[in-house]
């Protein structure tokens, strides 16, 4: 059995190696087709069996260089959870002077194993589509046919593109890869500074060379012949134009895929990617004749200098009667700030875009109530100022968008308002209806953003939230002699707890707040549901409700078995891993507390109880409290549980899961009854 697993495995691997060695668009084979899973990662919902990216620029004389991209794609699906490899975007640049990115020669084709045959289906126009999605980009997309589990998908296309930015390079996928080649060759007239992600645990290697290349250079020259018009002897030459690329060529195989683990936070900060940032463009002895951004503060000042971002900071103030009615009763800076953010919510709605530059303008926004992040965040910059409150925009990448790890304008997506005074500082994002001073959106927190004032001048602004986000619940449970558990429950919560509360149950009907309450508690009845402070978001969200719970009560012999936090406990740990490369990001620091308040059925002697018990990770970091008290027929429990850093680093990973599974544990720990005799 031994010998034939070890053959069983030599075989998977040869035809894993096989990829590395050539590939040919159409062709697959059935064992390919008949493979159900991957062979060093089982997990593996698809894998890319290959995937080649090759750009370089071509040379016109009516157009210059221009960038030629082309992709080319085989992948396996293993199970339903791959089907989405199936379907595939693609973004299309476009500049406000009417540059735009070209996408041709789209193939793709489906193969499938029937009845002992390769049935092949070939991509139709009709599953192609295009869109308009911004001011910025078009979005063109294709859906591969017939595709289902134990399918190969194959595709291919060229972006042709007027644009010297080089967009990032991915090495690595949530799903395996078994081969990768990349190649991008940069005339020697610009040049580009070559990066690898350094966060990433999948470390690529390239290399660099030189290619030649010629161009020919057409030019009419004039006839030398006596009395004759200008040109109208003329002759076209051809001049033969000499240069070279900078190739950067990269091969890998068996790339790991990348994982998400539990509170993983955004796991691209740790993918395998390549960028070439375009530094200057050369003369062709070599010097520099334009320099690019390339540090923070030239980035920071060629965003500002952008029509569509500083340009809509001093607009003339169009809203002035309307803005100068809603502050009449306005305080100081901080209070100004606060009614500004609510006068935007209330005038502009968000309308889902992200971006560092505004799409319609403030005064377009303003006008039609809807707008892009930048539209309605540099609003309220520009408002601000013009009540002379020290604003300004702050840059930030997403957490679901990476953080910038070099300096470049597509690092970043989203742009946000930081206030100052002497008192301290607010960040403002008036995009959620539910934020609050300081307490952003979760989108946001991504640790830093980029502070740009008047000029250009910028530095580096922490962007999370300091602020500890605290949750109450008290929960009175009575045991009735039937063994019904009923009782009431409170929850209040604060800061970031309560914008995430709102997002999520504000707006639901009543039913559908009673049953997402429900899930995962067992045999309950959920009744009387209050949800106060709902839209006022000055306050906290407060819950109220009474239950019914039919099996929180085991029975056995003459003993009752239960957890005295009942529904309110965690089963199991979701740190499971052995290891882990990413670090752990609760995003934000967290204090709960819960009370449970006990009245024991009559008849009934106390056997065992949970001793008290108080846990420490760290210097500190995270808290756990677990104090039991018994008075008579009352029993009542406190938990405390605090993250006061909430990040742990990979390498404390194995002290921490231990110690999150000795709370787990403690959690489950149950009080036992015996009948009186």
């Known amino acids: 059995m031994k010998k034939l697993l070890t053959l069983f495995l030599a075989v998977q691997l040869f035809q ?128 591969l046919p017939n595709v289902k589990e134990g399918s190969i998908i194959e595709y291919e296309y060229s972006i042709s593109s007027p644009f010297l930015q080089i967009d990032e390079i991915n090495l690595q996928y949530t799903i395996p890869v078994n081969k990768i080649d990349v190649t991008a060759a940069t005339p020697q007239f610009y040049r580009y500074k070559t990066r690898l992600n350094p966060r990433a645990f999948f470390r690529p290697t390239f290399t660099e060379s030189k290619k030649n290349r010629q161009v020919s250079i057409s030019r009419r020259g004039e006839s030398t012949t006596r009395n004759t018009r200008v040109g109208s002897g003329s002759s076209l030459y051809n001049n033969q134009f000499e ?19 539990s509170f ?22 070599g010097y520099v004749e334009k320099s690019y951004a390339v540090t923070w503060e030239g980035v920071s000042k060629s965003v500002y200098e952008s029509e569509n971002f500083g340009g809509q900071l001093n607009k003339s103030p169009f809203y002035k009667e309307e803005l100068s009615a809603y502050l ?46 930048a539209d309605i ?67 946001v927190l991504n640790w830093q953003g980029r502070l740009i004032k008047d000029g250009g001048v910028s530095r580096w602004v922490d962007v ?66 209050q949800y106060q402070n709902d839209t006022d978001i000055s306050q906290p969200v407060k819950i109220t409700y009474t239950y019914e719970l039919s099996d929180g009560i085991d029975e056995i012999g003459d003993k009752l078995y239960f957890s005295p936090l009942l529904f309110l406990a965690s089963d199991e740990n979701p740190f499971k891993l052995e290891d882990r490369i990413y670090p752990i990001d609760f995003v934000y620091p967290v204090n709960q507390n819960t009370i449970v308040n006990i009245l024991l059925p009559d008849g009934y002697d106390i056997e065992f109880l949970p001793e008290s018990e108080a846990l420490e990770f760290g210097s500190g970091d995270v808290k756990f409290a677990y104090i039991m008290q018994e008075n008579g027929k009352y029993l009542s429990l406190k938990l405390d549980f605090e993250i006061n850093n909430p990040f742990i680093a990979p390498k404390d990973y194995k002290n921490f899961k231990a110690f999150y599974s000795k709370i787990i544990d403690k959690n489950k720990e149950q009080i036992v009854l015996t009948k009186e005799k």
């Not at 796991?267 to 062709?284: F, M, P, R, V």
């Open 16 to 143: 894993l190696n096989s990829y590395s060695q050539n590939f040919e668009f159409g062709k697959v084979t059935k064992p390919e087709l008949q493979e159900k899973y991957h062979p060093t990662d089982s997990s593996a919902s698809a894998a890319i069996l290959y995937k080649s990216e090759n750009i370089y620029f071509n040379y016109s004389q009516a157009n210059g260089f221009r960038q030629i991209k082309e992709v080319v794609a085989k992948i396996k699906i293993y199970n339903k959870d791959g089907l989405n490899w199936a379907n595939k975007k693609i973004p299309l640049y476009k500049s406000a002077s009417g540059n735009i990115e070209k996408i041709k020669g789209i193939k793709g084709y489906t193969y499938n194993l029937e009845n002992g045959k390769i049935e092949k289906s070939k991509l139709k126009n009709s599953g192609i589509f295009s869109e308009n999605a911004t001011d910025m980009f078009d979005i063109s997309s294709f859906t």
């Open 464 to 529: 999370k939230t300091g602020k500890t986000s605290k949750k109450t619940i008290m929960l009175n449970v009575q045991i009735d002699n039937d063994l019904l558990i009923s009782g009431k429950v409170r929850e209040i919560n604060t800061a970031s707890l309560a914008l995430q509360y709102r997002k999520r149950y504000t707006g639901l009907s009543e039913e559908d707040h009673l049953k997402s309450i429900e899930s995962g508690k067992g045999d309950i009845e959920i009744d009387n549901l």
């Open 264 to 285: 993983g936070g955004n796991i691209n900060n740790y993918k395998a990617k390549l960028s070439l940032e375009l530094e200057a463009s050369l003369a062709k002895e």
């Open 328 to 373: 009449q009763n306005a305080e100081d800076d901080f209070h100004k700030a606060v009614m500004v953010e609510n006068f935007v919510k209330s005038k502009v709605k968000w309308n889902g875009n992200y971006g560092i530059y505004a799409q319609k303008g403030i005064r377009g926004a303003y006008k039609d109530g809807t707008g892009n992040v």
């Open 377 to 443: 965040n540099l609003m309220v910059v520009a408002m601000l100022k013009s009540l002379g409150v020290e604003a300004n925009p702050v840059l930030i990448s997403t957490r679901n968008n990476g953080f910038p790890l070099f300096p470049t304008r597509q690092g970043f997506n989203y742009v946000i308002c930081m206030v100052e005074s002497q008192d301290g500082y607010m960040l403002i994002d008036a995009t959620e209806p539910f934020s609050t001073n300081n307490i952003l959106p979760e989108r």
């Open 243 to 261: 240069y070279y690329d900078n190739v950067i060529a990269l091969t890998e195989v068996n790339v790991p895929a990348l994982k998400a683990e």
